[in-house]
């Protein structure tokens, strides 16, 4: 059991029930989320010790989101408490063609708000394992970027494994900004997870050419600038998540991994989608859980497929599917029989 | 922002949550529908100065009616209160290879026993600029098929442009029946909406032979008879949405469209159902407002054909998918991908 | 109209609403259902005679399970109150590759309780045309397996047809318990509901080879195994349901039936999984149904096939599909069009 | 446990959850019942068999109604099946001054235009103890009327005891139809539920004046028109309950029988309603059990009136309290304690 | 049909269903409304044609709380479409001895942050009859109260009617502020809805004493500070609702009101409550109602008494008691009897 | 922050919706709860650091128990996981003069077959300064009472106060069994909560008889058998709570408090109910706070039915009332006015 410390920022995400839009619903379901957020809940789900760093307001809405965590065994000891509002996103759940439609109310939000002195690094990162934490906590605020970028170098300076998730937000910032931002923060980072595109548009790296064709051309493309992203920022490891999105009902779920040795290409799964949202964030978790428990960078990239594959069908923002279910779709049962 | 005028009931629709049986259900969804009024929904989300006509009863369930109605900028000055009571429907809904089962309720409904002093025809089509009715209202009793002559002539004789969308139901009159009084009706329509069935069975007219195979031969034999169509009631324009159903939860989607010089059919979009009900409603509204907004007959296809596919993915009689939704799928990008 | 006799256990069944994990649920959807209880139902809905024998305790929840079998018209006359406690099952329903997962807690139940004492087999049995019981009885406690015995003895005493239902759950006997019980119950036995795993694994009958392949070797070897244990048992007939789990949201559900003289493949039906509990009930029902009905064996195996696909439509444990709707399917209308 | 039998319409009751208004639900809790049904279902609930007498289309929405009863254990075998559609009542429910807002949907309903030859009624009071029937029945339409004179002379033929409810609804028919209509059924009744207002309002019978006040003077009118109604119709006894509307939310209710020796007026229960509707029915429905029981006039009232303070706590049309609630309270625990 | 026109700001309220506490709640019911919406809806429900004046941002959620006010009836073609976010308040509902609670987050919203080029009040006013406001409009922010200023002296200069309600919000201002405010916006208003605290504490006078006690001192002091208030302002009259608050369950409810001649004190009715939110403003909405159909102000005060302790009863901010509703209570029918 | 420890069985609480009968219901409220565990949890709410101790099952429903917990801040290190199932308890609420019933379906359940090899209590009392156990706990099993023992013991050991609130079932129990029980195990007690009936009915104490009447009466009779009970066991202090249930809806609630030196009676309150389960537990969790944290007798019992009386506000199982509400309570302020 590893100690791992995720940081970034909880929401309050308001759905209208089923396919409603926003302007049919009578009652919204309520559920507290956000990218670090989501990793942490899985984390501490699969096991591990979890911390969550974050500030949520000190009124009742703040409690609510603390205690969404801690019903996860997430640890919640270094959430600040104070600020102005918990941030809000409204969902829209699409289906078939039809897109699910965010809309985000989180300006202003106590963590987009929340400065240096908000976080005791040292206590924090007392004895930890890992640090997670993604591009959408720099993106909210300037402010929150200088305490990511804090964050970054107190877990660097105590030696301790350093994960990213580009998860880059285009409601939130530009490619531009997030360029700048980005690449300052990707030099304390060991492990990166980010796509070819946001190679491309982030880091305004070129995709390389190739005459090969389909798979075996997205193959070469994605190893070649995972090499040149690791050649210029000394990751341990890049992986990538593919997700081809048919439809808003269903998809395709696969991904690769990156060592500086050995390119591999998980297995791919067809997804009957329940609620999307969180998707990203649990293969990050689950890529955590495989590397921190050491099995190696292929077994870990398809725990952490088969994790986000079955978060696909649960609704909410977090992955609540058990290890067990994580082991028996790894190890091929994905007929989705009964056990009784 | 166009004037549009619709005419028709508005019925109560009563279904049971999610997939339940009726005698399952111990709540029912609340709705208000019928084709026309859905048509008035989803011109006045376009953004059109939509009007619907109609009789409700002058009690709290008619007022409910016209709320709904309200709620989506529908105009309901000419909506006349009284008579008997509310139709109704009631809506089990189908999944699979089990389709969804309408009980009829709407026998002695104020729109079924409304007369022609119910309505002051010359102030309804005062400044409009389309006028639509479906093959529902006057099937619901001859009462409704003399005001919807008499409807038909008034806007025929101010020079508004008149739609029709044959829309035959079976529970509510014989094809026998329904061919005597359309055949009447159809002479003062400019854009009709019917099938090369409803030629058939309710016209009486034979659909010619071809060598032809597949989509091919659809093609040529909808040409042919909508052709003869336009020859026997000179329609400016017909129509046809195209459903191929595979199944009550998937369903093939596409149209076809003919001015009389060309014939054109839509792209083809495979839809995972969640509520087929007022999808083809969905696409009159969508025909009328690519017409209107004078987009050609082909755009205006595609237009009505996307409009009608979104709705197939939103709970309810009407359309909510808002006009960037539509644009954005006739633009091509299906893939539901979350915008955030 | 046949007289029809079940026995079993009928539990609560209590599942979270949608997709959801039991850790998300605040409340609990409620069904009263079991293996035979569900039978009962299915052909009370056909229009038989039905009676459910059973044990439930004296208190409300008791009172809940009987009544929720006489609202589908299954009669409750035999069913004895008394005991310690209903039965439980905790459902949580699956999505693509994430299967359904079941917690029972159903020891102690009053069913499992039950004695000799409890039952009055000659009237139970007076004038009845069928019984069926299931694997599921004899499994939950050796009393209710001396009882599955005596019932069976009475009926064969009476000359009633008798069916059984392999139903195997690993999680109440082992195989070599049900191995033992089952052969000494199938002596009693007309007509067997059981796949060939069954024989191999509770029988302990080996599966014969074949140069065949796909769907013929498939076909050679039930028929062979099938011709085997009517041989051992004495059989009129064999049947099995065929499912194929392709995910937990989509199956193909097909059987086949074998009575000595002809073996016989049904149609395939392709299911979007609404609820696949009581699948197989919803099966034994339809041809209990059918060959009740005389139809032969073919037809009876269409109408049990079409039902039991019409079964996974509908949520709860229950087939509530009517018999023109299962006769609609069986006469090849799967197209799932609404009917107005 | 006496054979019990009661005849009228059952309708399906359509209302907004809690205490919202029609205009504000996006659903509506669904109930079966109807004045005599609700007495039905209280009788079965009490141990009686019971019959329910009546018409309900052949949909699937009159086999919601009949399993609604089944649930209950009222034996639906002398409900016809046919004519048009099951009536409607939409109930909005209120609260402290805000009255409960009943819209009736119910013409046309199958029994209102139920007929002699749907009833078969040698069959239906074959081994019969009790009839009743309920003034709402009448005035629903002429026919059935006609039905229920020719129910009451068939019970009376056969010497079975039979109980009619005044019932007087105002949104059905005048005090003038309703006076000629009952005066000419209750020649045929033996145990008569009604008011002093009934009799006044409905049979034109003056009320007599007294020197006495308050409770005293109100027994005191009671008792003489009770026994000028017994003069004039020949009943054993008449009974009254008793509610004091100080608020939606809040009653008094008590009641008082008389039987031409002895007027006694029962213990008042101060109710916290939950809903209201079926009151009056559960108070007939535990006049009967208590009569039908012989307990004795006083004791049967009590019965009555504990029985039906019960049914106010209890939501739907229906009084579902058990036997030894009402018991208990009857015998003095009106404490609310729970037990356990 | 008078033309009334309110302006403010209209909120998301988002509530735990029924008693919950924020932190048990999965799903929050949803509601839009503020002060001067409610008096809106509430003047359109009864009739008026009434215009609600405000800004919502230019996205779903805006989108949705224009939607609420149209299905009411209100005319939204003056609400500008812009700024940052709708403003949230999320209200947890007390019950018995526990305060309902809420927490605002209201900060930033498109209202709050609207300016004068947002609002053409030429238009606006054209043809208006009352202009009302509340005095939490300019509690929001600087803007909004410049804005308010603003509004109040176009309606002014065109000689319309001015209502404004104090409405005092301590966690949106002080009294320091507020008064400073206040006092500037009064010199425009010709009806006034304030209590003797708000003079105390917000306009800083002086409450005077008395010999005499109970209701007679209360409405000693209530006349004497309306005469300074009128004497100070040259309000045409001033009007206090006077809320009891036994418990969070159970107020008493009355008002009183003066014109510098008489000063008259209503009916006290005595409430259950189901919401108690929006109570003020639906009696300021029964206020004008009563007052621009010329009532004069006794039964105009009545009229708003009784709206307002209807209001009590109905979930939501908005009142939706009927004007028949209303003057069945002014008439003295406070029984809750069903009507039907 | 003191450390608190209680130890306990939580169980699965099923209750109907609403007032709801158990017959009626389609779905359960989900509620987890037990004597001990809504003491733990109002501990932790209150902001001191609470450790349950019990066993649940090592399966998904045990898992939904400890998140149960964990969400509202109690320490779950010590929760053994093991047996056979979560005990369930069905609560059907009432209201007005029908009592809530509560059916039990807690056998077999993971605590009551708890061995003393399940608990490490040395490290469970590691620090702890309280520690408080329920008579229910010894009441569930031979084991578990065996097991209370030597908590108690072990508590003694270490020297930390001990609680114990005689919480008598008599659906668990005789009192012949609990007398027996209970005499052992108070020896161990320090501060006790039980009734003068506990002490009659269980501990075979007469009580004293007095000239005195009224509440004055009641206060002599409960410190006269205070004082025995603190002569026989030596509490240091024994405190009951006073319900007065005048229905199922209204109950006064106060309390009374003895040290040996003086008696206490506090203040009273007029509840109406949300929810009464668990309000015996929340007024022993107010009463160790109050003590714990050396408030005096006095202060320590206002705060516990301050705090108990807010419990009966909100629904489930555990007070979920905030420090500051019940200080605001306990500071005089009842009226239930909104904050904002």
Redesign the interface.
Known sequence: MAKIVTMGEIMLR?SP??????????????NYGGGEANVAVSLANFGHKTHFVSKVPD???G??AV??L????VNCDFIARGG???G???L?T????????????R??SSMAEAAAEDFDFDAIFEGADWFHVSGITPAISDGAAAVTELALKAARAKGITVSLDFNY???LWSYEKAGKVMTNLLQYVDVCIGSKEDAKYILGMNLSDTDKTGIEAENYINKDIFQRMMDRFGFQCIASSLRE??????NGWSACIYDGKEFYRSRK??????D??GGGDSFAAGLICGLIEERGIKEALEFAVAAS??K?????DVN??SRS?VEG?MGG????????
Do not use: W
Not at 17 to 30: E, H, L, R, S, T
Not at 312 to 316: F, L, Q, S, V
Not at 333 to 340: F, L, P, T
């Open positions: 308001l029930p089923g396919y409603q839009k926003f302007i049919q619903a009578d009652n919204f379901d309520v009124n009742p809405i409690d609510c205690a969404a801690r019903k996860y065994n102005e509002r918990l809000i996103y409204y829209e699409g289906a078939s063609m039809r897109a699910s439609n965010v809309v985000y109310d300006a202003h937000r285009k409601k999105s048919y439809s808003a009902s269903d799964y067809e997804l009957r989608i329940v999307r949202v594959a079955l696909h069908t649960i609704p909410g609540l599917a279910e779709l049962d994905a007929s989705g029989r009964v056990q009784r």
